[in-house]
């Protein structure tokens, strides 16, 4: 049974239909999503999930004996493995749910806040969001550890030459993004996490935006840490999750106090819980936990080659279309990059294109996107950023193109 035809059409009609809000209108207009940089949209079956875990087996995960706290424990834990298995991570303990990448982040800067000593060194690129910024500014100032920053070019690539001349025996830390929230690059974080390693330095890459385009494997990368939100994949918001080497997640001591996370208490001394349950004080989000278990199949359903290759044709086909409008320019050009698409036009402040747009039922996001240092770079207060997911169409893409022309002719 041999087949000749390579090239599977990608079913993006029947695949709509799996997102409910998809089909709603926006001041009169049918919804043109754009805006899949900062949330995704949530598929039936995750909506499912939710509905059924609050209808049926609602309740407190680990301690109960009786029928609904099992119910609920194992479907918790069973969410756990299937993100192991995803991530490819060697035990489902070296899995922490968190609220989300910024928890994940602070929880393990919070972590080396008693590891690093004054002059050690901590890498971060140029390229990052808030939140992989901020966290690393305040454990500098706690410890007297020192800051410094992998440059980027005009591209809005790192360059690596830079990088190669910061990395020294002082260097404790690296931390990059997988892709780049703002321009959409993917920076070669192989290289990166190998060139730490030669200085024994940790690294710990953000894979938020990353995680909703392609499948990382924590093992090939031999990565120290990992971490993603749920909502950038099609999850609910408040989940994300933190993998961390064992070997590390040992080493560094709980972030926050309370229940679940102890072994046994007494006023004189507490000891602490086994990995995962050491960083998972209090309550969890249980429901999101299990959502985001059901959203990492469904995205698996689909197939990550199939993903990449259709939002890939998507980027080409947007880039080549406003490429034609006179006088609008892309930031972030890297031959290496996801279907994000940042961009100005000379003389009309972002903002503005963003309102007008709105108007017409597209949702695109402006301003700084949450990376300022990256707009500083380019010296612009800000773009007007379209990212595309597997439910785009080239249709929609139309749209935004007919759109932005026509904030133009009303702008200028
Ligand atoms: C969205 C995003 C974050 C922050 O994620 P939260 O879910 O808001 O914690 C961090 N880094 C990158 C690259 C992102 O895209």
């Known amino acids: 049974m041999k087949s000749t035809n390579q090239h599977i059409t990608f079913k993006v009609d ?5 997102f409910p809000i998809l089909s709603r209108k926006v001041n009169g207009k049918p919804l043109v999503y754009f805006d899949n940089a900062a949330t995704s949209q949530t598929p039936q079956v995750v909506i499912d999930a939710i509905v059924n875990y609050y209808s049926n087996y609602n309740a ?9 706290s099992q119910e609920a424990t194992d479907a918790y834990e069973q969410a756990r493995q299937k993100i192991q298995k995803h991530f490819n991570a060697q035990h489902s303990h070296e899995i922490i749910f968190t609220s989300g990448t910024t928890h994940a982040i602070n929880l393990v800067a919070n972590g080396f806040s008693s590891l ?16 992989n910024i901020v966290p690393w500014q305040m454990l500098c100032e706690q410890t007297g550890a020192i800051l410094k920053v992998i440059p980027m070019n005009q591209e809005g690539e790192l360059i690596i030459s830079a990088y190669d001349k910061l990395l020294s025996e002082n260097t404790k830390l690296v931390f990059v993004n997988h892709i780049s929230n703002a321009l959409g690059t993917i920076n070669p974080i192989e290289e990166i996490i190998k060139k730490a390693h030669d200085v024994n330095a940790a690294v710990l890459v953000d894979g938020a935006q990353a ?22 994949m099609c999850g609910p918001t408040g989940i994300g999750m933190l993998y961390g080497k064992s070997t590390w997640l040992n080493k560094l001591p709980p972030y926050q106090g309370g229940g679940e996370m102890i072994e046994e208490v007494t006023f004189e001394k507490t000891t602490y819980a086994d990995l995962p349950y050491k960083f998972e004080a209090g309550t969890p989000n249980i429901c999101g936990g299990i959502a985001f278990g059901v959203a990492i199949d469904y995205l698996n359903s689909i197939g990550f080659d199939a993903i990449a290759s259709y939002e890939n044709e998507l980027l080409n086909y947007a880039t080549q279309n406003l490429l ?10 890297s031959p290496n990059k996801t279907s994000v698409i940042s961009f100005n036009i000379e003389g009309i402040h972002p903002y503005d294109i963003g309102t007008i747009v709105d108007k017409l039922g597209i949702a695109v996001r402006t301003g700084h996107h949450c990376a300022q240092p990256i707009m500083d770079f380019y010296e612009i207060p800000g773009t007007v950023r379209a990212s595309f997911s597997f439910y785009n169409t080239k249709e929609e893409i139309d749209a935004l193109v007919y759109a932005v022309k026509k904030a133009k002719t009303m702008l200028l």
Not at 14 to 18: A, L, S
Not at 123 to 129: F, G, K, N, P, R
Not at 324 to 333: A, V
């Open 324 to 333: 034609e409008i006179e006088g609008l320019k892309i930031y972030g050009t």
């Open 14 to 18: 029947k695949i709509r239909k799996d």
């Open 60 to 68: 407190n995960i680990h301690r109960g004996v009786h029928t609904l």
């Open 211 to 232: 995680c909703p385009h392609l499948k990382p494997d924590v093992q090939a990368l031999d990565v120290d840490f990992y971490v993603a939100s749920a909502h950038k």
């Open 116 to 131: 690093l000593k004054k002059d050690d060194e901590i890498i971060v690129s140029a390229l990052e969001h808030h939140s």
